[in-house]
């Protein structure tokens, strides 16, 4: 997709969306689609921006169901059309952005996901969460969407992706292990994804990436969200270093996956 196309422009103000730490707002822009929003003076900051930006990008790379990021263009006239937008002392500029899916819904206690089509992707969310350190969808159960209309999960915000978005460096190297997570998210779509080896597709696509794809998958962030070019070198050499020790952290959660443990007792 060309970097024309990852841009678009906010023509209409909705309203704001009623959760989200980042107080993300929907709009309609000039594809007419309607989008979630994250403004650049999130509470958070432009690192949330960044982190979107950067995730959605490396989750298509292992063909993840991720929803694509789009740079968002909020003009001063847009801004001047809606005195409410001007109360929240928007800056006009680049946002971003995600399609609002009107007809999805947070997978939770509560979901059917028995008529899912694309569940075998789970094992890709685990595999992905650990890589980029995305930290709290395990506990929260509210970054993952179940699309009723289209029968499919969608991975959905990744603000606290590489430890949050203060991208703190010492806190990437200060243990060579990964930390490993679990909990009733990712416990849900165990049944589904047990096997011989529920996460090899995964880590071969994960492992397989090299230098040049995360650089790549970086290439394009707004000059306007003040993102130093060291922080995205340290970055990249993060998303290598963390590649190749995924296969062994996910080891730990073999207890979880009856087939796959005792296909490894049996070796």
Known sequence: MGERAMYRRAIQYIKPMEQGW?????FRCDDLNT????LINNPDGTGVLANEWIA????SLLHLPIANSRIIVITHDLLDMYPE????????GLHIGSCFEEYGVNVGEHVDLSDCRNLHHAAGMIV????????DRHITQANLLYLQDKQEILLIDHSDAFFGPDWDMDEWWENEELEVFWGPLYEKFAPYIDNSDPFEEYLDAIESLEEADLRNAIHGIPHQWSIPEDDLDQLVDFLLFRKDRVRFALGELIEHFPIWHSTRLED
């Open 22 to 26: 980042t107080q993300p707002h929907i």
């Open 35 to 38: 989008y979630v929003v994250k």
């Open 56 to 59: 959605g990008r490396l989750g």
């Open 85 to 92: 937008l001007k109360k929240l002392d928007i800056t006009s």
């Open 128 to 135: 992905f969460d650990h890589w980029i350190n995305n930290w």
